[in-house]
């Protein structure tokens, strides 16, 4: 079992030197540190950038009182740290400055939830995927085994690692994992094992898997319809990679298991922290594409807490690379024509506001608003 965020937080490089014994895994834990120290200083440029753009959301401390004696604490034990709640986040590769964690609930279409904050399709390609693995699984199981929603958890992490053609994704499991694989090979994936970990993925073009018969899938799910690679971080954790990516695309996953948590990581767990009420926090750094703005927008943060128990209260931080006046009348000026014409009240409903230099969106959404952005029954 990996160490706990505030443990791997707490782990300096130089302490990872210390710990190595010969010269060459000395050598080794010197390119560690550099490269954490590295994957830090990129998280924190988008991650600093997006704290001081939310920075009115801290409140400013009143004027200070008279002076008064503070009370003598009486002598108790040492408070013990707070066991992790999102296990998922210590698997954010240090290097990513885009991530998102939501625990929104999967019938909510996130794909048209970010189209209605105007996120930009960088970004929202994080969620995008989301939907579609979920939807990927879907169909691997019909006919062979339980939905998905009944062995996963709602909580997902997704993010964007530098040099990666998609994003990674991480679940939690609600079944055991020897009852997951079953359902694996039985929805056509063929297990392997890379770097130490079990994968299960398609294989490529139509390929006889060698192996004991028992452990084969009875039948083998195609490439183009389920283009991942899930591998077994934990027994009650999964990670979803494309098949696209270069030599199985493990590294991400590898360096979150050895380096320490970056500041996104150390923020995002936070914000979850510090918000019994928060379901999503997204954080995206640009330069980024706007299909709303005629600017490029250079950092965006979307977070997103339950409201009066059954809706969602949305607040978008936008940093676009012009003017936000500007960018305000053209958020306004929305008229989607792919959406349907109660999804497009909902357009008119968002306020936004300039705050030089950023923009702010928000907008509450009742239950029976999050109903019109509801995955259709059909997938």
Known sequence: MRAGIGARGDMAPADMAVRTGSSGRKDMAVRTGRRARSARAGARVGWAALVLLACEA?????????????PTAPATAPEVAPAVVHPLLPWLDPDSGSALYSRIDPKVDLEALGRLFAVPPRAGHMLRDVMALRAGLAALMDGVGPAPETWLRDEVLAYLPPLAH???MVFGLRSPRAEVEGLLRAGGLHAEVREGMTTYSPLPGGEAPAGPAEALPTHHAPMAAFPWRIVFLEDDVIGCVSLR????????????????????EVNLSRSFADDGEMLMDMVASGPMLS???????????LGVRRWERTGIDGELILQPLG??????????ERRPTLETDVVRELYERIAFTPEAPVVRGRMQLAE???RL???SEGG
């Open 166 to 168: 998609g994003p990674y």
């Open 373 to 375: 952005l509801r995955v």
């Open 58 to 70: 801290t409140p400013t401390p009143g004027p200070a009182g008279p002076e008064t004696p503070a």
């Open 245 to 264: 990516e270069i030599g199985g695309g493990l590294a991400p996953l590898t360096a979150a298991r050895d380096l320490p948590a970056s500041e996104l």
């Open 368 to 370: 029976a608003d999050l």
């Open 323 to 332: 003017d936000p006046d500007a960018a305000v009348k053209q958020l306004e």
């Open 291 to 301: 299909l709303d703005i005629s600017d490029d927008v250079g950092a965006i943060r």
